[in-house]
Structures are given as structure tokens and as C-alpha cells.
């Protein structure tokens, strides 16, 4: 069975830096695209970053500069690293990793908050 374990979550001050990793587990399938959504209080999950399993990258226009997806193919591990952190970040952001042949898997989510 596919699991995804988040973990890096936390409560930091404006300005600050955080670092999200996800590893999946219980596949010997390739993972193929992998992502960090977001949902805020109030909002729908959005789609914060993604990369392909060949490195190609995508960022939401409001982290660009600020945040940095990568991932260690070796490991099925995928990170989000966060600097320059501000409140309208906090939300709980959810890891999601396609396998082929298998699906779409997501995480349990972490909960990040950020203090004005």
C-alpha cells in the first residue's frame, strides 16, 4: 500500500524559513510527477509547486523566489524548501506523488502557520 509521510511542518515568524519533505513508500513503481498543495483557512487546496521525475520544476507565481521544490529520486523523496515566510503562507500543505501503474497518492498533510 502507498503511503506518504510529511513531515517539517511548524509555527515560525515572518521572514523565517521552513523545509517540507514526503517520502513515499510501499511502491517499487516509478513516482512519477510530485507536488505540494496548499489549502488556507477558508480557501480551496491550490497547487504550490510540482516537479516531474526528469527535474522539471513548476512554482506558483506568489512563491517564486521564495520557495524551492526538488526531490531525490533515490529515496522517492520529495522536499519544499520556504524562505521568507509570510502569514498569508499558513495553511496546511499536502504532498502528492503520481505512481505508474497505481494513481494518485496524497499525503496527510502538515500544518504550517506563520506569525505576523
Known amino acids: 500500500q502507498v503511503q506518504l509521510v510529511e513531515s517539517g511542518g511548524g509555527l515560525v515568524q515572518a521572514g523565517g524559513s521552513l523545509r517540507l519533505s514526503c517520502a513515499v513508500a510501499?511502491?517499487?513503481?516509478?513516482?512519477?510527477?510530485m507536488a505540494w498543495y496548499r489549502q488556507g483557512p477558508g480557501n480551496q487546496r491550490e497547487l504550490v509547486a510540482s516537479?516531474?521525475?526528469?527535474?522539471?520544476?513548476y512554482h506558483v507565481d506568489s512563491v517564486k523566489g521564495r520557495f524551492t521544490i526538488s526531490r531525490e529520486n533515490a529515496k522517492n523523496t520529495v522536499n519544499l524548501q520556504m524562505n521568507v515566510l509570510k502569514p498569508e503562507d499558513t495553511a496546511i500543505y499536502y504532498c502528492?506523488?503520481?505512481?505508474?501503474?497505481?494513481?494518485?497518492?496524497w499525503g496527510q498533510g502538515t500544518q504550517v502557520t506563520i506569525s505576523s
Open positions: 502528492k506523488a503520481t505512481v505508474s501503474p497505481g494513481g494518485e497518492f
Open positions: 510501499g511502491t517499487t513503481f516509478p513516482v512519477n510527477t
Open positions: 516537479i516531474s521525475s526528469l527535474g522539471n520544476t
